[in-house]
């Protein structure tokens, strides 16, 4: 079992973390629970609560609804989330995750059109804009003076119209309307429907690609490659874009996309090879009220977070919350409506569009300054890394999780295992 003890100094400065391993057999739990019990009451018995205060429970945590990104082939992941949906009694709506596996409308075909607009985007070199200086950089690449690998000002860089433009005020103009890389994909999602068809075909004749780009060897080559960018246009020409990178994005994407199409206020979004501590509901409805309106993001699980515990708490009464500094991996975050059009305006913004993984995507927002984010610190939910990577395949990043401590305080998961070790079932 593993508990993480996070000590502060007065100040809330962060003193240490230290992780320790306890070994306690779960012959050992506690008695028998009452037979008469639901599953999740018989899961609250395990073990001792946290005594923060429970108000009303809400399957979706207090949000308009917790969305979960899940590939359908992967039935094990499926089950594992309904096994926490039922213990901590929530309500889960499945969103199907674009697959690199499909051939279907959200599948390859899809992925590897995202990656040649990608690769297109940043071949052209639009005169008007040369001219007008719109361009915050561009048609000057030159090396890092520290990473060989590495390229300045790469490609020209500009914020789509309408993401700057909706900044101030997200909500005023609730229409998102089709832009910027959405027209990229529309010929696939339209040609399944038939409807706006035309529209998408037209737009497609106005931004031709390359013919040769099709060709089944050219797209085995080196050149068809597309490297990653960061922070705007800075080029990374060691590594190059894949198509489970993309399909990971696309999908949540398309999740942040749904809080808008359904306008709620609020949704959480978790992947689907997680555990949740086992006091989430009562550690939210504490936290919760202590958020500016303002916020955008809220990561109740992260990686490569180190920096994030020396951030200071965000009011007196807050005992987990911080301002987020530098953080990724998005397998449980909290989007507000207002966060969900910023995002969904800003990540079509063509030259920034797919053009990293979707984690690091948004971590350059917030570092910006364009999203306002803030961070749980110990996390809420927890990467399992047990089963393979959909993104990395062959990898399971187990060792990763071992060394960088990310434990929950309150494994739901091991509370199971304890239920089923005193039932036998």
């Not at 012959?27 to 999740?40: R, V, W």
């Not at 832009?179 to 497609?204: F, P």
Request: aromatic share 8%; glycine share 4%; net charge negative.
């Amino acid at each position: 079992m593993y508990y993480t003890y996070v000590a502060f100094n007065d100040s809330n400065q962060f003193a240490h973390v230290e992780t320790e391993t306890k070994s306690a057999p779960l012959s050992q739990s506690p008695s028998h629970p009452p037979n008469n019990l639901s599953f999740s009451a018989q899961v609250g018995t395990a073990r001792a609560i946290s005594p923060f205060a429970h108000n009303t429970h809400s399957r979706t945590l207090g949000t308009g609804a917790l969305f979960v990104i899940s590939l359908k082939r992967v039935e094990s992941r499926h089950k594992q989330m309904n096994l926490l949906a039922k213990a901590l009694d929530l309500d889960f709506t499945y969103i199907d995750a674009t697959d690199a596996k499909s051939s279907g409308a959200y599948g390859l075909p899809r992925l590897e059109r995202i990656i040649d607009r990608v690769r297109w985007q940043r071949n052209r070199l639009d005169e008007e804009d040369i001219k007008d200086g719109s361009m915050i950089a561009g048609n000057h690449p030159r090396p890092s003076d520290n990473n060989p690998n590495l390229i300045l000002d790469a490609f020209p860089f500009r914020w789509s119209k309408d993401a700057l433009d909706n900044l101030a005020d997200p909500l005023a103009n609730d229409e998102l309307g089709i832009s910027g890389s959405d027209y990229w994909t529309l010929e696939l999602e339209r040609s399944e429907s038939g409807e706006g068809l035309e529209e998408a075909k037209a737009w497609e004749a106005r931004h031709p690609m390359p013919a040769h780009w099709q060709d089944p060897s050219w797209r085995k080559s080196r050149e068809a490659l597309v490297n990653p960018a960061f922070v705007m246009n800075n080029m990374e020409k060691s590594q190059h874009i894949a198509p489970p990178d993309v399909a990971c994005a696309d999908s949540h994407i398309r999740a942040i996309k749904e809080i808008i199409r359904r306008k709620l206020d609020s949704a959480i979004i978790f992947e689907d090879d997680i555990d949740i501590d086992f006091s989430i509901e009562r550690i939210l409805q504490h936290e919760w009220p202590l958020l500016p309106s303002t916020w955008d993001v809220l990561y109740l699980g992260h990686c490569w977070s180190a920096t994030e515990p020396v951030q200071p708490l965000i009011h007196p009464k807050a005992t987990y919350l911080r301002k987020t500094r530098h953080t990724l991996c998005l397998h449980a975050y909290a989007v507000s409506l207002r966060g969900a059009y910023k995002l969904a305006r800003f990540l079509r913004s063509p030259d920034f569009a797919y053009s990293r993984p979707i984690d690091h995507l948004i971590k350059d927002l917030i570092q910006m300054h364009y999203l306002e984010s803030y961070t749980f610190v110990p996390a809420l939910v927890v990467q399992t890394k047990e089963e393979e990577s959909q993104i990395r395949v062959g990898q399971t990043n187990s060792a990763w999780k071992d060394m960088s401590g990310e434990w929950l305080v309150d494994s739901t998961r091991e509370r199971i295992a304890m239920v089923r070790n005193m039932t036998g079932g």
